[in-house]
């Protein structure tokens, strides 16, 4: 007869399969980025001082983080522009600030020309279906003879159907106007684009003065709709299981831990629990 494993060989066993399956694993990926346009732009021209351009732009899908100004002074009008961006692309999150600001003044009638933008805009892929959260807020200030101050961010689905988009815009004199936004909904699988402008044009002749500012600031959170699917099979099972057991214990760092359900910062009983009670095909 043959001899039937020990529940402690059984057990060793099971701890071998949960720790080649884990080997190597990283953080779950739910934001796959496809291509960009992250940067931030000066155009300035005054009638009597010059004119210059100047921009610059995200290199990759690395951090960006820049700030650049052009100034014109003489005698017979100032003029002054610049923008900024702060933004940042995670797995599951991108965050991003940008401001424009544009200001002219003439002692005579003069044409100016101010230009100015911070512009983010991210195509991405969703592997699966996924809940997103967007907090921040929309400033914009600005009167005649301004062309427009304008800050916006917007969230394009498959196909090119709008999902939500925010906008500040001046009030009638010129008041700041202030958006807060909060928003959660849900995505299907596909490719997206996430778009966010701050943008100020002047181009007239100003007696004697002319200014706009406008900012874009926000977070932008996906999280698997099916957490427990660590292997996004599209189903909670067996190999699941065995990646939460194959963690099991204190989580190296914050959010190095997919098995971390409760957010407890270890993968323990309650985790396993949770995953057992979501077992089965995702919905």
């Given at each position: 007869m043959r001899p039937r494993p020990s529940p402690m060989s059984a057990l060793g066993v099971w701890a071998a399969m949960a720790a080649l399956f884990i080997c190597g694993a990283t953080e779950a990926q739910t934001i796959i980025p496809v291509s960009q346009e992250r940067y931030i732009s000066t155009d300035v021209d005054a009638e009597h001082c010059g004119s210059s351009v100047e921009s610059d732009a995200a290199k990759g899908f690395e951090p960006f983080f820049n700030f650049i100004q052009t100034i014109h002074d003489c005698d017979l009008s100032f003029v002054y522009g610049a923008a900024a961006q702060q933004s940042q692309i995670d797995l599951n999150s991108m965050t991003a600030m940008g401001f424009a600001v544009a200001d002219a003044a003439a002692g005579i009638p003069s044409v100016i020309h101010a230009f100015t933008d911070s512009i983010f805009e991210v195509t991405f892929e969703l592997p699966s279906a996924s809940e997103f959260a967007l907090g921040g807020m929309l400033r914009a200030a600005g009167g005649e003879p301004i062309l427009w101050s304008v800050a916006f961010v917007r969230l394009v689905g498959p196909g090119g159907d709008l999902i939500f988009e925010h906008t500040a815009a001046p009030g009638p004199n010129g008041e700041p106007k202030i958006e807060r936004i909060e928003q959660t909904g849900g995505l299907e699988p596909g490719q997206y684009t996430?778009?966010?402008?701050?943008?100020?044009?002047?181009?007239?002749?100003?007696?004697?003065?002319?200014?706009?500012?406008?900012?874009?600031?926000?977070?932008?959170?996906?999280?698997?709709?099916?957490?427990?699917?660590?292997?996004?099979?599209?189903?909670?099972?067996?190999?699941?299981?065995l990646s939460l057991l194959g963690s099991w214990g204190p989580c190296?760092?914050?959010g190095?831990?997919?098995?971390?359900?409760?957010?407890?910062?270890?993968?323990?009983?309650?985790?396993?629990?949770?995953?057992l009670g979501n077992w089965g095909p995702c919905p």
């Open positions: 996430l778009q966010a402008e701050a943008s100020v044009g002047i181009d007239s002749e100003v007696p004697p003065r002319a200014s706009g500012e406008t900012l874009f600031d926000f977070t932008f959170e996906v999280a698997a709709a099916c957490p427990w699917d660590l292997d996004d099979s599209e189903s909670v099972g067996v190999p699941d299981l190296p760092k914050k190095d831990c997919p098995a971390d359900f409760d957010a407890s910062g270890d993968v323990g009983v309650k985790d396993l629990l949770t995953l």
